[in-house]
């Protein structure tokens, strides 16, 4: 299994996931096709499937062009709202396969209604599950169509309960401004300093600071984090749900500094 980060519009990524065995590969969130075919093109690979987390325009925006392209594309999602119409429609628990590598569908909503994430596994690699804007490097998506019980059963029910291992795509990159923001909830967590530092060098140098790992977000995300007392304190709450809502409030109203 490869992952293959494709940049796009500000700070969005799109990913194509290839079967090493077969060269067949799925794109996740191509919202630029042109951008899509030529890596497909550049890395000598088969396209056959689309996976859409949400149905966001700068996540689902480009299937209709995409989809006029290659007709013979299979487009997969978990909200009738994505394009094209003949989106094959995902529930949790469903199952993909592109090539040889195995894909579960997570339904986690919340930052929209039809959120689904992909968990991919082979034998001979780590792990991989694209999180769109539900699981960010040290944060979370915003809580647009849903509740905090919503997030908190998404990040701590669902993803915090895969392989420790697995390697976390998202939909954007966020991270340096995301860490800044769990260092003001916990001053004193090491692993929140030194991965900042490591990210700030990333993209000084222009690269991407995804992907990140469970084990990791563990460590630095405080939206995984929520049943540590530091967070707790920070928002004065001790219930794990109420701290999710509370972080996600504090951080929808805070302003890096530059």
């Given at each position: 299994?490869?992952?293959?980060?494709?940049?796009?519009?500000?700070?969005?990524?799109?990913?194509?996931?290839?079967?090493?065995?077969?060269?067949?590969?799925?794109?996740?969130?191509?919202?630029?096709?042109?951008?899509?075919?030529?890596?497909?093109?550049?890395?000598?690979?088969?396209?056959?499937?689309?996976?859409?987390?949400?149905?966001?325009?700068?996540?689902?925006?480009?299937?209709?062009?995409?989809?006029?392209?290659?007709?013979?594309?299979?487009?997969?999602?978990?909200?009738?709202?994505?394009?094209?119409?003949?989106?094959?429609?995902?529930?949790?628990?469903?199952?993909?396969?592109?090539?040889?590598?195995?894909?579960?569908?997570?339904?986690?909503?919340?930052?929209?209604?039809?959120?689904?994430?992909?968990?991919?596994?082979?034998?001979?690699?780590?792990?991989?599950?694209?999180?769109?804007?539900?699981?960010?490097?040290?944060?979370?998506?915003?809580?647009?169509?849903?509740?905090?019980?919503?997030?908190?059963?998404?990040?701590?029910?669902?993803?915090?309960?895969?392989?420790?291992?697995?390697?976390?795509?998202?939909?954007?990159?966020?991270?340096?401004?995301?860490?800044?923001?769990?260092?003001?909830?916990?001053?004193?967590?090491?692993?929140?300093?030194?991965?900042?530092?490591?990210?700030?060098?990333?993209?000084?140098?222009?690269?991407?600071?995804?992907?990140?790992?469970i084990d990791e977000e563990m460590k630095i995300n405080p939206f995984m984090r929520v049943k540590v007392k530091a967070v707790q304190d920070h928002v004065k709450k001790s219930d794990p749900v109420e701290t999710m809502g509370?972080?996600?409030?504090?951080?929808?109203?805070?302003?890096?500094?530059?």
């Amino acid at each position: 299994m490869k992952v293959k980060l494709l940049p796009a519009l500000d700070d969005n990524y799109m990913y194509l996931l290839i079967d090493d065995k077969t060269s067949e590969c799925a794109a996740v969130d191509p919202v630029d096709p042109d951008s899509v075919l030529a890596a497909v093109s550049e890395y000598g690979v088969k396209l056959t499937s689309v996976l859409t987390t949400h149905h966001h325009w700068d996540h689902a925006g480009g299937n209709e062009k995409l989809a006029s392209m290659r007709p013979d594309l299979v487009f997969y999602g978990g909200d009738d709202r994505i394009k094209p119409p003949s989106l094959r429609k995902v529930v949790h628990g469903d199952r993909i396969t592109v090539g040889s590598l195995n894909i579960e569908c997570l339904f986690t909503p919340c930052h929209t209604s039809g959120h689904i994430c992909y968990y991919v596994t082979d034998p001979d690699n780590d792990p991989a599950v694209f999180t769109g804007d539900t699981l960010f490097s040290a944060a979370c998506g915003k809580f647009f169509e849903g509740t905090k019980e919503q997030m908190y059963h998404a990040l701590v029910e669902v993803l915090q309960k895969l392989p420790g291992n697995t390697r976390v795509y998202c939909g954007h990159e966020y991270t340096v401004t995301s860490l800044k923001f769990a260092q003001l909830v916990e001053p004193d967590n090491r692993d929140i300093a030194d991965k900042l530092i490591k990210c700030q060098e990333l993209r000084a140098a222009g690269q991407a600071t995804i992907p990140s790992t469970i084990d990791e977000e563990m460590k630095i995300n405080p939206f995984m984090r929520v049943k540590v007392k530091a967070v707790q304190d920070h928002v004065k709450k001790s219930d794990p749900v109420e701290t999710m809502g509370a972080l996600r409030t504090e951080k929808d109203n805070w302003k890096p500094k530059l």
